[in-house]
């Protein structure tokens, strides 16, 4: 998964709390994701941003935010978890623009208690 | 959005190849077949992509039906390291607006040594 780093690898939250994941690119991208996978289940798309100042809403957007401050990085934020938001979360890139393929971080795995 | 149908499962012996089936059936003129593998507790890993003629790379080969309607993963000698969930998706050539694709719950493969 070389070129998408996330941070932290590992959480646990209390109901409540907030915490940023954080996701950084070496490749020089415009376009960055955020899924969150549940046992046994595919991935869902929470948010993307197509490119640097601009984000959309995916699949699944309730109960997060997100941040696209340089072309660089993307946060995914959780304002006030919720146990629903136990999950592993993956950041992505395009690479390859509209006809290009999908590079994903090695994940963020948060249990909310 | 254009859906795929995959097997739940299936097995393979080592060393021998592996024709992993995906429908299609709603298929888009613009829809690019995607092939994402993921291993235990990794994020998803690109494997390659088509749009109408088979194509190859050094994991594997994608061979797409003339109708589009279907097309299979193709591993030509199947070894433990494999051994993974196998997701074919489509996503749209056009534009940026065809994000909300969804993975499912894509094929798990078993390899047999």
């Known amino acids: 998964n070389a070129g998408v780093t996330q941070t932290p690898k590992f959480q646990v939250l209390k109901t409540g709390q907030s915490m940023t994941l954080q996701c950084a690119q070496d490749?020089?991208?415009?376009?960055m994701y955020w899924y969150r996978q549940d046992p046994g289940m595919g991935l869902r798309l929470i948010y993307y941003?197509?490119?640097?100042?601009?984000?959309d809403k995916g699949e699944v957007p309730n109960g997060y935010n997100v941040s696209r401050l340089n072309k660089r990085e993307f946060s995914l934020r959780l304002e006030s978890a919720a146990p629903s938001q136990t999950s592993v979360y993956f950041c992505?890139?395009?690479?390859?623009?509209?006809?290009?393929?999908?590079?994903f971080g090695s994940g963020t795995r948060l249990t909310v208690v | 959005d254009a859906k795929t149908t995959q097997p739940n499962s299936m097995e393979s012996n080592e060393e021998e190849p592996v024709h992993l089936p995906c429908n299609h059936s709603t298929i888009s003129g613009t829809d690019y077949i995607h092939w994402y593998r993921q291993l235990p507790s990794q994020g998803p890993e690109y494997v390659i992509h088509g749009l109408t003629s088979n194509v190859n790379n050094r994991m594997a080969s994608l061979a797409i039906a003339e109708d589009r309607k279907s097309s299979t993963l193709i591993l030509h000698r199947a070894t433990l390291r494999d051994a993974a969930v196998y997701y074919c998706i489509l996503r749209d050539g056009r534009d940026f607006g065809n994000e909300k694709l969804t993975f499912g719950t894509g094929t798990r493969l078993t390899i047999i040594p």
């Open positions: 490749m020089n991208h415009n376009s």
């Open positions: 941003s197509a490119s640097e100042g601009t984000t």
């Open positions: 992505a890139i395009l690479w390859g623009e509209l006809r290009g393929g999908y590079t």
